[in-house]
């Protein structure tokens, strides 16, 4: 393919965009940063041209190697960050429009402060901000990591610790743009553009219109891995969560909320694993028999174990940034963290008394509790959840020195609340028995933990692979779904099989296939594609089954 | 040991921000907060309580609200708190403050030790912990990192100077200001939270404290403000574009012609 | 008039650290003899001590006479001490202005004299006049952050007393040929705050305050691992790493390397301010030839401050300077 400013070969320099935050290694031969969706288009048509695959990026921060390119274009995104425009509907709900490559980080800064970069925006987005107030709004969704690309959170439909509450990145999607394999555009809005049962009439915005067929099956009701199927489907899911394969999104409209006014933290410990299970059965609602109700909901829900404690505590010892961090009471065992939205600070005295009874109730200790009751302390609450997926990043780095085909290990698979605590002693049997070094924390609000195994060398990492790939079975079994977050990617695609099945593999990836004929887009993700070259010759639809 | 604190209740954040439409400041949308470094010095009380026995009584100078600050601090392990709020003492600057906590100070009894917190991040002046130690006749040391020691005669401690750190005795009754480095602030428990809720906080007004009126407040403030101003910048700036590994190299450039960088 | 020192002079403190009378005792006699030549009136420098030669040192930067207070040894100065007889020298010689250094011991001692003394005291000004009209000194000083700047003054009581931090103003050329008077005063300085025990051995020996190159970074920086990026392109650039406050105040960084207001003014040749927003109250701090600002933020201030200004990820940045062997 021809080199020109937009499409440039790799070369030593864009090393670092070889791998995403799992730090699997990629390859690839071209990298582009297009600046608009003008260009995103062009260079997705001259790639269809050559049959040359590509793979889109936001800001790396995947964990399943989403990111990580399997040869072919680097389509990196970070270049189109803008917040374009907003707007306010019938019913005072306020949308905003942001480019893919626009930080999660940057839309909270921008909303909280009121801060905008304003060039560009239409009479009506200028008329909107005026009256709208800094905090007023807020979106969401929060995903551990506060630098994503909306555009890569709407590819992989991040959830976080408030999906509790709040639901996961697809549920704030109102519209999107998104580009095709062959360079053509789409635009379609919640409730505008639906199949008709399981036929999919796709308009395009060159008046051209793409027929397809949904699989025969919907996707688990529990959590997506991957894609979203549903019969009368709103057509714009079909790009949330599937991760790059059936088109590249090229701008987002997201449905923002009010923020709550007031926000609240409190983290308990527990002398063991069973009772923070009692106090979180509690807190969703199902507490155990003579254990009274807790008071509010709660917007978001973690679970630390030990591991993880102790694991923060040594590093402690060793990183300056991590100084600052609260002293663990003495003889911790697990935590659970629950945030409370609130918009009535004095009724906090009330729901922290109730919330005392159920910890009395459950085997916690009312004495050993933090609490946040403000920005400032909430930060400092936040800062301690954070140090755990920041402390298992500085440990995988140190053991890649040693072996460098170690990635993070981590799985976010979910069941139902029924089967929740089954897997979860699965999860501690497998890992107590493996012998390997893991730590089990997570958004235990939606039933998906993560348990992490810290391989220590190419053993331990093929080990950990094959305990998550027996998981991927229990879970299967329980109904559930193997991914509930991070998307299968690379790292989990085998998982997706194991899930899903041959049967519906094929269908999915014939749907895949439908929009992108060439099998150009996001090479590797979901599909290992060896395993579907028999079915690479269906073009446009399947019959009905 | 009679340990006391002063604290205060300050803004959430310093900044002002301009609306990117209309150019005017917001202000609203402003959290108070207590005063990050008397956080501090109430942590250090409360642990040489915790060490030594005695207790630990805040006091704050402030409007009404402030009482949810005292209330915080009470959560955390003070025994008790005092608000001194009286429309008089709006308007002081720092000696009129200093004066005013003296007075409610020497109410209510003359402590062993005295902790404040180094400075207010909304005025950043450091001055009314050293003003209070004079005010009440207490010898004073700024810029504790450490307090190694302490008995019913005196502490030893390690302080912060332009030439690096030394250690000192001081006898008590004394004042102290402490840096940040001295402790990590501990978060309340449930139980501490409602324990602040539930206790009961001590007013006083001038009148308590039988003040004279030229003694607080803006008639008691040897300082005035006389105007503000935004300041101007007039620096030319070049703006390097394109992606990070691009703007790295015309930066090295830029630099290169001033001479060699790196 | 009295010992031939006029009432209502321009005083400035001189304060001795380590290493003999500090700097900034010169940057206020250059600005105390501005003051003093619109009053019309003379400035002393008052030094407690011993004299150990350092007068004519002061006379040379604008110092008409220097006040010299004998006290027995110190081996640190004692803010009780030094309040006890820089009270009795105002009340007998009745200065209108007052200037001291905004050192460690400069904001613990200016506050406790001027209490003793009941008047007006501002820190950390950044700018002194006199009001032609009313005579009094008009001190400004960053307001709200550092995001507006405050005139003050104190109209009616004396002295006027105003501290000013190390390197806002610069160091006068010094003048040789100045007469150097001394008046001595010998002072009972009977109170103490403190007993001195012991020098501790600095584990830290790094100094912003000289260096010629500064990676400086602040809470956008994003993480650790960028933090140890910035360490090790300082190194490479020959320079050294330092900090805007809030990575300080949150115990990443140590206040040695705090740069601004509230930590060390710095003047290299080059400033790198990574993940730095600007605020005025860091600014102050910074007196760099060239000042470069990485930050994403495109409406962040520091970009009001920058020669060059990239909109870019700090780790971005980082990684793609340090690829460049």
């Known amino acids: 393919m021809r080199e020109t400013n937009l499409i440039r070969k790799m070369s030593p320099e864009y090393a670092d965009y070889l791998f995403d935050e799992s730090r699997t290694m990629g390859s690839a031969d071209y990298i582009s940063f297009p600046a608009n969706e003008t260009e995103l288009a062009e260079v997705v048509r001259r790639c269809a041209e050559n049959r040359i695959p590509l793979t889109a990026q936001g800001a790396l921060t995947g964990l399943a190697g989403g990111a990580s390119p399997e040869r072919g274009l680097i389509l990196n995104l970070q270049r189109m960050n803008r917040i374009l425009g907003m707007r306010k509907d019938a019913d005072g709900t306020y949308f905003v429009r942001v480019q893919p490559g626009l930080r999660l980080a940057q839309l909270r800064r921008a909303l909280a402060v009121k801060a905008f970069d304003v060039a560009g925006w239409d009479e009506e987005s200028l008329e909107t901000l005026k009256e709208i107030r800094p905090g007023q709004l807020f979106f969401p969704p929060d995903p551990t990591e506060p630098t994503a690309s909306l555009g890569g959170m709407a590819s992989c439909n991040a959830c976080g610790a408030r999906s509790v509450q709040y639901g996961c990145t697809r549920a704030h999607i109102h519209a999107l743009r998104a580009v095709l394999a062959d360079g053509r555009i789409t635009s379609l809005e919640r409730g505008r553009e639906r199949a008709e049962g399981e036929r999919i009439r796709m308009p395009l915005t060159d008046g051209s219109v793409l027929e397809t067929g949904l699989p025969s099956f919907e996707t688990p009701p529990i959590k997506d891995a991957g894609f979203f199927i549903r019969r009368d489907m709103d057509l714009l899911d079909l790009f949330i969560g599937s991760q790059g394969t059936i088109g590249i999104i090229s701008e987002l409209e997201l449905k923002l909320m009010p923020a709550p006014k007031h926000l609240w933290g409190?983290?308990?410990?527990?002398?063991?694993?069973?009772?923070?299970?009692?106090?979180?059965?509690?807190?969703?609602?199902?507490?155990?028999?003579?254990?009274?109700?807790?008071?509010?909901?709660?917007?978001?829900?973690?679970?630390?174990?030990?591991?993880?404690?102790?694991?923060?505590?040594?590093?402690?010892?060793?990183?300056?940034?991590?100084?600052?961090?609260?002293?663990?009471?003495?003889?911790?065992?697990?935590?659970?963290?629950v945030e409370l939205n609130d918009d009535d600070p004095t009724e906090m005295p009330a729901v922290l008394t109730g919330l005392a009874e159920v910890l009395k109730a459950t085997g916690g200790d009312p004495e050993r509790t933090w609490v946040a009751r403000d920005a400032m302390e909430l930060e400092q609450l936040l800062f301690f959840r954070h140090s755990v997926p920041e402390t298992i990043d500085l440990i995988v780095e140190e053991n890649r020195k040693h072996e460098p085909c170690i990635t993070i290990l981590s799985t976010d698979m979910a069941v139902d609340d029924e089967h929740f605590d089954e897997l979860f002693h699965i999860y501690q049997r497998d890992l107590q028995a493996s012998g390997l070094h893991w730590i089990i924390f997570g958004h235990i609000g939606e039933n998906h933990v993560h348990p992490n195994i810290l391989a220590r060398d190419r053993k331990e990492y093929e080990q950990g692979h094959r305990i998550f790939e027996k998981w991927a079975g229990d879970v299967h079994r329980m109904g559930g779904s193997i991914s509930a977050e991070h998307g299968a990617g690379k790292i989990k695609r085998h998982l997706a099989m194991i899930m899903y099945g041959q049967e519906r593999m094929r269908e999915l990836y014939a749907l895949k296939r439908a929009f992108d004929p060439q099998g150009i887009l996001g090479p590797g993700n979901i599909f290992g594609d060896k395993a579907f070259q028999s079915s690479d010759d269906s073009s446009a639809g399947r019959s009905d089954h | 040991m009679k340990i006391y604190v002063c604290?205060?209740?300050?803004?959430?954040?310093?900044?002002?921000?301009?609306?990117?439409?209309?150019?005017?400041?917001?202000?609203?949308?402003?959290?108070?907060?207590?005063?990050?470094?008397?956080?501090?010095?109430?942590?250090?009380?409360?642990?040489?309580?915790?060490?030594?026995?005695?207790?630990?009584?805040?006091?704050?100078?402030?409007?009404?609200?402030a009482e949810s600050t005292l209330r915080r601090v009470i959560a955390v392990g003070a025994d008790d708190a005092v608000l001194l709020t009286d429309r008089a003492f709006a308007g002081s600057d720092t000696l009129a403050t200093a004066r005013t906590l003296a007075a409610a100070v020497k109410q209510r009894g003359m402590p062993d030790l005295l902790l404040c917190g180094k400075m207010a991040t909304d005025g950043d002046t450091a001055q009314v912990g050293p003003m209070l130690a004079e005010c009440l006749g207490f010898p004073h040391i700024s810029d504790v990192a450490e307090i190694e020691e302490t008995d019913e005669e005196a502490c030893v401690v390690r302080k912060m100077t332009d030439d690096g750190y030394v250690r000192l005795r001081i006898r008590l009754p004394a004042l102290l200001t402490v840096?940040?480095?001295?402790?990590?602030?501990?978060?309340?428990?449930?139980?501490?939270?409602?324990?602040?809720?539930?206790?009961?906080?001590?007013?006083?007004?001038?009148?308590?404290?039988?003040?004279?009126?030229?003694?607080?407040?803006?008639?008691?403030?040897?300082?005035?403000?006389?105007?503000?101003?935004?300041?101007?910048?007039?620096?030319?700036?070049?703006?390097?574009?394109?992606?990070?590994?691009?703007?790295?190299?015309?930066?090295?450039?830029?630099?290169?012609?001033?001479?060699?960088?790196? | 008039m009295l010992n031939g020192i006029e009432t209502g002079g321009v005083w400035v403190y001189s304060e001795q650290g380590a290493a003999g009378i500090r700097p900034v005792t010169y940057e206020l006699l250059g600005q105390a003899a501005r003051l003093a030549h619109a009053m019309k009136r003379p400035v002393t420098a008052v030094m407690i001590g011993r004299d150990n030669d350092q007068a004519a040192s002061l006379a040379a930067c604008g110092a008409d006479q220097v006040l010299l207070a004998e006290i027995p040894d110190e081996v640190l100065p004692d803010e009780l001490a030094h309040t006890m007889v820089l009270t009795e020298l105002t009340r007998k010689y009745q200065p209108a202005i007052l200037l001291m250094g905004a050192t460690g011991f400069g904001r613990s001692l200016a506050p406790r004299l001027a209490a003793r003394l009941e008047t007006g005291l501002t820190a950390d000004c950044t700018g002194l006049e006199i009001d032609p009209k009313t005579g009094l000194l008009r001190q400004t000083r960053p307001a709200f952050g550092g995001n507006l700047l405050a005139t003050i003054v104190c109209p009616e009581k004396t002295p006027q007393m105003a501290t000013v931090r190390p390197k806002v103003f610069p160091k006068p050329v010094p003048d040789e040929s100045r007469p150097v008077r001394i008046i001595r005063e010998r002072i009972e300085s009977t109170d103490r705050c403190f007993e001195f025990i012991e020098r501790i051995p600095a584990a830290e020996e790094t100094d912003i305050g000289t260096a010629g190159v500064l990676i400086s970074i602040g809470q956008g920086i994003g993480g650790t691992e960028n933090i140890a990026m910035a360490e090790e392109l300082a190194r490479r650039m020959g320079g050294v790493l330092s900090s805007s406050r809030p990575l300080v105040d949150s115990g990443v960084m140590p206040y040695a390397r705090q740069v601004g207001q509230t930590g060390k003014t710095v003047t290299p040749k080059l400033y790198l301010a990574l993940g730095i927003s600007g605020a005025i109250q860091h600014m102050a701090g910074v007196a760099a030839k060239t000042i470069?600002?990485?930050?994403?933020?495109?409406?962040?201030?520091?970009?009001?401050?920058?020669?060059?200004?990239?909109?870019?990820?700090?780790?971005?940045?980082?990684?793609?300077?340090?690829?460049?062997?």
């Open chain 2, 179 to 262: 840096l940040k480095e001295i402790n990590i602030p501990r978060l309340p428990s449930v139980s501490g939270v409602l324990r602040g809720e539930q206790a009961e906080i001590v007013r006083m007004t001038g009148e308590a404290l039988e003040m004279n009126a030229d003694r607080t407040g803006l008639a008691g403030s040897a300082t005035r403000v006389v105007s503000t101003e935004r300041p101007v910048l007039t620096r030319k700036t070049i703006w390097i574009e394109g992606t990070p590994a691009e703007q790295a190299g015309k930066l090295r450039s830029f630099l290169q012609e001033g001479g060699p960088i790196c």
């Open chain 1, 266 to 337: 409190v983290t308990a410990f527990f002398p063991n694993d069973e009772f923070a299970l009692a106090y979180v059965r509690a807190v969703k609602g199902r507490p155990d028999p003579g254990v009274p109700r807790f008071p509010r909901p709660a917007a978001s829900i973690e679970f630390f174990d030990k591991n993880a404690l102790d694991m923060v505590q040594r590093q402690k010892a060793v990183t300056p940034a991590f100084r600052q961090l609260q002293e663990l009471p003495e003889n911790y065992c697990s935590a659970v963290y």
């Open chain 2, 7 to 65: 604290v205060k209740q300050v803004p959430a954040s310093n900044e002002t921000l301009l609306d990117p439409v209309t150019h005017t400041i917001i202000r609203e949308g402003t959290q108070s907060i207590l005063n990050p470094f008397d956080a501090y010095a109430v942590e250090e009380a409360v642990r040489i309580k915790a060490r030594r026995g005695g207790s630990v009584t805040a006091f704050t100078m402030g409007i009404p609200s």
């Open chain 3, 292 to 325: 470069v600002a990485v930050n994403t933020d495109p409406d962040a201030p520091i970009f009001g401050y920058a020669d060059y200004a990239l909109r870019c990820d700090c780790g971005e940045f980082l990684r793609a300077m340090l690829e460049k062997n």
